[in-house]
């Protein structure tokens, strides 16, 4: 029963934050705070929004330029998962809704880590991240021209494990 409770208190934390998020993105810089003052920041770095794209680059691209935008701008823990979840739209909203609710009930801390776990088995298949790791791994410069299969090289290196 404890752990129920928990649970609840731990989902309602997060969705308040959520809708905090979402409430000051109307209305940011009006009340002058440090969140809004943060939401802005965020939202000047143009992070992509995330519809539930089939295409595990968009999906990948997302995933990415969070983190890219979450370490230029210093975010803290709490922040990168509420950012994260304010650019999903539509599908994926949903699915992350019924997914983190899902995890909340299963005594599951709902971070930024897990959050990526999850976006990622759901949208980057393991079958798409290992064909990369493959292509990674038998990658050879053929025809390309050295900055060209450095870009390739380093943009595959990440999938290898």
């Known amino acids: 029963m404890e752990m129920m409770a ?3 208190q731990q989902q ?9 998020v979402r409430t000051t993105s109307g209305v940011a810089g009006s009340t002058g705070s440090h969140s809004n003052r943060d939401l802005d920041e965020f939202r000047k770095c143009s ?7 089939v295409d595990s680059k968009v999906a990948d691209h997302l995933i990415c330029e969070l983190e890219n935008i979450f370490s230029v701008l210093g975010c803290l823990k709490e922040q990168k998962l509420v950012y994260a979840v304010y650019m999903l739209i539509g599908e994926a909203e ?3 809704r019924g ?3 899902m995890l909340i009930d299963c005594g599951v801390v709902v971070d930024w880590v897990c959050f990526k776990k999850a976006f990622l088995e759901k ?6 991240r290992h064909a990369r790791e493959i292509e990674f791994m038998r990658l050879q410069q053929d025809g390309m ?6 870009m ?7 999938f290898y494990t």
């Open 145 to 150: 021209s050295v900055i060209e299969y450095a």
């Open 47 to 53: 992070p992509p929004q995330f519809k539930g794209d």
């Open 94 to 96: 949903y699915w992350w």
């Open 12 to 20: 309602t934390a997060h969705f308040t934050r959520v809708d905090a």
């Open 99 to 101: 997914t983190s609710q």
């Open 6 to 8: 928990m649970a609840m």
């Open 152 to 158: 390739r090289f380093e943009n595959l290196a990440r």
């Open 123 to 128: 949208y980057f298949l393991e079958s798409v």
